[in-house]
C-alpha cells in the first residue's frame, strides 16, 4: 500500500502564496499520476491541478495561471504552489496518486486564505 501524507497548508493573505507538498511513502508504482484535489465548505470535492506520468499538465480554470503542480519522481513527491491566493481558494486540499498500481489518496490539508 501507499501513503500519501501533505504538508505546507495554514493561513495566507487574499494575493499572497502558499506552497503545498504531498509525500508517497510504501510500495511506490512504477506509473502513475499525481493530482491535488480541494473541497470547500458545502461544495463537491473538484480536481485542481493534474500531472501526469509524462508531460501532461492540467489545470481548473479558476486556478490557470495561478497555480503550478510539479513533481519530483526520486523524492515521491508532488507540489502546488499558490499565486495570487484568493479567499474563494480556502478548503481542505488533498493530494492523490492514481494508475495501474492503485488509487491512493491523502488526508487532507487545510488552506486558509483571509480578505
Known amino acids: 500500500q501507499v501513503r500519501m501524507v501533505e504538508s505546507g497548508g495554514g493561513l495566507a493573505q487574499a494575493g499572497g502564496s502558499l506552497r503545498l507538498s504531498c509525500e508517497a511513502s510504501g510500495r511506490i508504482p512504477r506509473i502513475a499520476n499525481m493530482a491535488w484535489f480541494r473541497q470547500a465548505p458545502g461544495k463537491e470535492r473538484e480536481l485542481v491541478a493534474l500531472i501526469g506520468d509524462g508531460t501532461r499538465l492540467n489545470y481548473a480554470d479558476s486556478v490557470e495561471g495561478r497555480f503550478t503542480i510539479s513533481r519530483d519522481k526520486t523524492k515521491n513527491t508532488v507540489y502546488l504552489q499558490m499565486n495570487s491566493l484568493k479567499p474563494e481558494d480556502t478548503g481542505v486540499y488533498y493530494c492523490?496518486?492514481?494508475?495501474?498500481?492503485?488509487?491512493?489518496w491523502g488526508q487532507g490539508i487545510q488552506g486558509t486564505v483571509s480578505s
Open positions: 492523490r496518486q492514481y494508475g495501474p498500481g492503485g488509487d491512493y
